[in-house]
């Protein structure tokens, strides 16, 4: 979940961040020019690979290409996809599951239930490097895999036939079903993947897809570097008859002006207006859209111990009560709202029917004079009397620069000592030294999968692949496995006060800053229809979309 996914796929979690479905016969040959949708980004995807796909930009392609056993119906419910059918056992912990007929990847070959087996294990499997693989933590053996205690094959799911899955979990997990909806737990062709070796998913000519759209090969392809390529409607796929879009394409805008003015000239169907100063001009614009975000925004502090001023209790709790967050928000994003948990705001619902950022809250608060006492006691622990830090942030995200920017003055002013050194690098290059734990601090985004506390709170697991600052925290370790593990996984209200208890543990110990719960200002275009206009989350699904008359 890194998901540093301006514009997520996150969680269709949030009730209507669904498409609208749309009916109908098919376009004609005539109209189908008129059937394509324009998009853009502010940076390039980083890969086709489901099981590595991690930023927000190749998720957002890959929801269109390709497909799992389930999807979100536009009521926010999970239902099926390419499963027929799935039935659950009693116990909660076996999932058989029949897939649909008919089932072709884009080359025409059939797709199995093995195809399943082998993406999931591939997922799981230590030489893969997947930060997504914790996701699948729930099937039987996917832990001791990834730890590797237990070979790949011994993962929990098996084929017993072209068409029959069974999947066996380590424990019930009354959210499984969300899971399902993840990249990660998407199909993936073996014999593909072997013929193109590593270059898997590097441009779309060496991947292979099962979704609505899909490639063509070396027509306005994606090469892995190239600022416009394009998707087509899949013909291979099962429900091709109700895709109204003849496809897609998608340029690489990293000016924020350039896409407005590409809008206004009717280049693009979607313009984020990613700064204060283009929600002002643009506000009164009858295509104007304020939208919801399933994403926040965080500072991570990397807890390895190759920092040893960010492994001092003190010094993390400084650096949080020194961040102004109200100043920040006006000054770089005054749509976005304050946030007191590691979870976004209007993620999911508290059994007491309260949000979960509001029956979760953390006192996280500004107290620039708190803030100086801890910094200085800490430094006197560190036998220092001043500290430099490096603030990491991506280049080619205008909040996140003018963050840094504000965060520099704001944190060097309120903390005598500390000189904060600026690193700002392409999204790509922050995704990588994430993964890699090669930062300090590091101003990162996170994008909702599913509408569950689990889908942040996995971030800061003990040995998770996401736990990008190498979090080591018994307290919330010990919150978390209570709420994902039977007996209390099962029961609601004892899961939730768990998740209340794991954000508790990581405010106590500062071991991430909260900043803001991101919404997203944009001008759409009113004939691009089917896609959500309640949440950013979704807007780039276009599996129902169509460009109205």
């Known amino acids: 979940m890194n998901k540093s996914k301006i514009f997520a796929f996150s969680a269709i979690s949030l009730s209507a961040a669904l498409l609208l479905t749309a009916c ?18 502010a940076s390039n995807i980083l890969t086709l690979d489901t099981s590595m796909a991690a930023d927000v930009n190749s998720i957002d392609v890959l929801l269109n290409v390709d497909a799992g ?43 199995r239930a093995a195809d399943f087996v082998y993406g999931w294990q591939r997922t799981v499997d230590p030489k893969t ?3 997504y693989a914790y996701a699948l933590t729930p099937v039987a053996n996917a832990s001791e895999i990834m730890t590797g205690k237990k070979p790949v094959d011994t993962l929990g799911i098996k084929a017993e036939s072209d068409t029959k899955l069974v999947i066996t979990l380590a424990t019930p997990t009354p959210y499984f079903n969300k899971l399902l909806t993840l990249p990660a737990y998407y199909p993936v062709n073996e014999a593909f993947v072997k013929k193109m070796g590593n270059k898997y998913g590097t441009s779309s000519d060496t991947s292979l897809y099962n979704g609505a759209f899909k490639f063509v090969k070396g027509k306005n392809n994606w090469t892995g570097s190239n600022e416009t390529f394009s998707i087509v409607k899949n013909d291979q796929f099962y429900d091709a008859k109700n895709v109204k879009l003849s496809g897609a394409t998608y340029q690489i805008v990293n000016n924020p002006n350039t896409a407005v003015n590409l ?40 807890q390895s111990g190759k920092v040893p001023e960010l492994s001092n209790l003190k010094i993390r709790q400084a650096l949080n009560l020194a961040t102004n967050r109200k100043n920040l928000l006006e000054i770089a994003a005054p749509s976005f ?35 100086a006492e801890l910094f200085k006691e800490g430094l006197k622990e560190l036998g220092k009397t001043s500290i430099t830090l490096e603030l990491e942030g991506a280049n080619d995200n205008s909040f996140t620069k003018a963050a840094v920017d504000y ?4 944190l060097e002013k309120d903390l005598p000592g500390l000189t904060i050194n600026e690193k700002l690098v392409s999204s790509a290059q922050r995704q990588k030294d994430a993964q890699n734990n090669n930062f300090q601090i590091l101003l990162t985004s996170w994008g909702a999968d599913y509408n569950e506390p ?7 697991v003990s040995g998770s692949t996401m736990n990008h600052g190498l979090v080591k925290n018994t307290n919330f370790d010990k919150a978390y496995q209570a709420a994902t593990t039977a007996p209390d996984v099962l029961s609601a209200d004892k899961r939730y006060a768990h998740y209340k208890d ?37 807007i780039f699904d276009l599996r129902h979309a169509e460009i109205a008359k």
């Open 263 to 302: 809008f206004k000239s009717g280049k693009l169907d979607v313009a984020n207006l990613a700064t204060p100063e283009l929600v002002s001009a643009n506000k009164k614009n009858k295509d104007y859209k304020a939208l919801t975000s399933p994403r926040i925004d965080v500072l991570e502090y990397n």
């Open 337 to 371: 709202s304050i946030t007191n948990t590691v979870t976004p705001k209007k993620l999911d619902q508290a059994p007491n029917g309260e949000d979960f950022a509001t029956y979760a809250a953390q006192p996280y608060k500004y107290d620039a004079t708190k803030a």
């Open 24 to 41: 109908g016969n098919s376009v004609s040959k005539s109209e189908d020019s008129a059937q394509e949708a324009k998009y853009s980004f």
């Open 129 to 131: 490097g997947s930060q």
């Open 502 to 538: 794991a954000e508790n543990a990581l405010y106590e110990a500062a071991n991430v800053n909260p900043l803001a719960t991101e919404s997203v200002s944009l001008l759409l275009n009113p004939k691009l229809k089917g896609i959500s206009t309640y949440n950013s989350a979704m």
């Open 69 to 111: 056993l389930v999807r979100w119906n536009p009521k926010a419910q999970v239902v099926n996809d390419l499963a027929k059918s799935i039935d659950i056992s009693k116990d909660g912990k076996t999932y058989n599951v029949t897939l649909r007929d008919g089932l072709k990847w884009s080359n025409g070959a059939k797709l």
């Open 407 to 410: 965060l520099k003055g704001n």
């Open 454 to 460: 689990s889908d942040f709170l996995m971030n800061f």
